[in-house]
């Protein structure tokens, strides 16, 4: 028997074992117009093996470079095509540069640094405002996403300053929700009520109370009964 880890490494799976052996085949005719002739023989072949081919442009052509790869460019065979080389078919991508940024800020980014670039170039005052309020609110809601920490407007503002050589100032001053404010109201809220199942427990504990007063009420009036039942 023949194992797949005998044979040789199948170039395009599209086509099958069958169709490589028989280009492997061609290779080694040496009569130049018959190796042509079953050349032609083969692309037919191929087409009708995929059919799905006809609807790409120019797909004689696509069978043309398919029968090439397969052959490994070993088959020396006149094409009315342009005859592909290994070159051709798997060139090399192109290298593409990676993008340096070196922000001077790294806790705030690169993209900081060009908005500030941008508001120091407005000259319209109320646009220059509206710049320097939302790199405000944007720092501060940077320091306190990677943080977790409260940060006071005035550690802002003097860092703003800083960066812009004091040439921005906000002046509204940036609300950010902070993350230990919100937990702390939300224990604050469950102390209170006693979590999201107080009201049920203790509506619960309501009625056992009725439950046990009618008990005992039962227990008065009806003693004779619970003495004739367990005598």
Same mark, same amino acid.
């Given at each position: ?19 490589? *052996? ?95 670039? *941008? ?113």
């Amino acid at each position: 028997m023949e194992y797949n880890t005998t044979r040789n490494h199948l170039i395009m799976r599209e086509y099958g074992r069958h169709i490589q *052996k028989m280009i492997d085949y061609v290779i080694t005719i040496e009569d130049r117009e018959k190796r042509q002739k079953n050349a032609h023989a083969l692309i037919e072949l191929m087409g009708f093996l995929n059919p799905h081919l006809k609807n790409v442009e120019d797909f004689r052509h696509k069978l043309w470079d398919h029968l090439f790869l397969v052959s490994d460019f070993r088959l020396d065979v006149d094409s009315p095509y342009p005859i592909p080389t290994r070159e051709t078919l798997k060139p090399k991508p192109k290298v593409l540069p990676y993008p340096k940024r070196y922000p001077r800020y790294s806790h705030l980014g690169k993209n900081l640094e060009i908005v500030i670039n *941008k508001a120091l170039k407005e000259e319209n005052p109320d646009k220059r405002s509206g710049f320097a309020n939302s790199i405000a609110y944007y720092m501060k809601l940077a320091y306190n996403t990677w943080h977790k920490e409260l940060v006071h407007d005035d550690a802002i503002r003097s860092e703003l300053n800083a960066i812009t050589d004091g040439q921005l100032e906000f002046t509204n001053t940036p609300f950010v929700k902070a993350y230990r404010e919100r937990d702390t109201r939300e224990g604050n809220r469950f102390q209170r009520g006693g979590g999201k199942g107080g009201g049920y427990q203790q509506r619960n504990n309501g009625g056992n109370s009725g439950r046990n007063d009618r008990n005992d009420r039962n227990g008065k009036s009806g003693g004779k009964h619970f003495k004739k039942r367990f005598k």
